[in-house]
T-cell receptor, first 107, second 116 residues
Framework: AQRVTQPEKLLSVFKGAPVELKCNYSYSGSPELFWYVQYSRQRLQLLLRHISRESIKGFTADLNKGETSFHLKKPFAQEEDSAMYYCALNAGNMLTFGGGTRLMVKP | GAVVSQHPSWVICKSGTSVKIECRSLDFQATTMFWYRQFPKQSLMLMATSNEGSKATYEQGVEKDKFLINHASLTLSTLTVTSAHPEDSSFYIC????????????FGQGTRLTVV
């Protein structure tokens, strides 16, 4: 069975500092991984997916199959990045979410 | 972009009554819709996967008779919480995937259910 782990429930950084939100997964097949973001009082929305290898809002994430990780990174955090971030694994037709990490960017 | 709408956004009901939550894909056809439950400060837990025209697939531990799911069309899935109890109070979220094979899921805004 697939599993997604986000070890940090809360990550607090100062504005301008680098950010790394950790995500590890376990899945026997070929994984398809996503990062979703939920801003305050808004619905969950897709931030990026590993297939497209794009950078959204300055965030990037690289799939490391050897370490089974898909960490989300941003070199300089902004206050508007404060939100809940969920790592998710698509296996078959099911999306499994990690526990989520709340990112707080302090001024 | 694709829009998924849930109705109602918030519902308060008496214990013992049934509540229906609708999930609609407004501008695309969704062969598959998912229902999640989110407890305060916790992640989303998948309850069931529904495919249009067939029975829903429930996750382990989710009572089929309590959480009735109907995916009657390519744009509508409903979740009915039957004989609701206070412990059913939660945030219920649906998501939908396009039928074109795109694996991206689009989420509704969620429905807050409060059972008193």
């Amino acid at each position: 069975a697939q599993r997604v782990t986000q070890p940090e429930k809360l990550l607090s950084v100062f504005k301008g500092a680098p950010v790394e939100l950790k995500c590890n997964y376990s899945y026997s097949g070929s994984p398809e991984l996503f990062w979703y973001v939920q801003y305050s009082r808004q619905r969950l929305q897709l931030l990026l997916r590993h297939i497209s290898r794009e950078s959204i809002k300055g965030f990037t994430a690289d799939l490391n199959k050897g370490e089974t990780s898909f960490h989300l990174k941003k070199p300089f955090a902004q206050e508007e990045d404060s939100a809940m971030y969920y790592c998710a694994l698509n296996a078959g037709n099911m999306l499994t979410f990690g526990g989520g990490t709340r990112l707080m960017v302090k001024p | 972009g694709a829009v998924v709408s849930q109705h109602p956004s918030w519902v308060i009901c008496k214990s013992g009554t049934s509540v229906k939550i609708e999930c609609r894909s407004l501008d695309f056809q969704a062969t598959t819709m998912f229902w999640y439950r989110q407890f305060p400060k916790q992640s989303l837990m998948l309850m069931a996967t529904s495919n249009e025209g067939s029975k829903a697939t429930y996750e382990q531990g989710v009572e089929k008779d309590k959480f009735l799911i109907n995916h009657a069309s390519l744009t509508l899935s409903t979740l009915t919480v039957t004989s609701a109890h206070p412990e059913d109070s939660s945030f219920y979220i649906c998501s939908a995937k396009r039928e074109t094979g795109n694996t991206e899921a689009f989420f509704g805004q969620g429905t807050r259910l409060t059972v008193v």
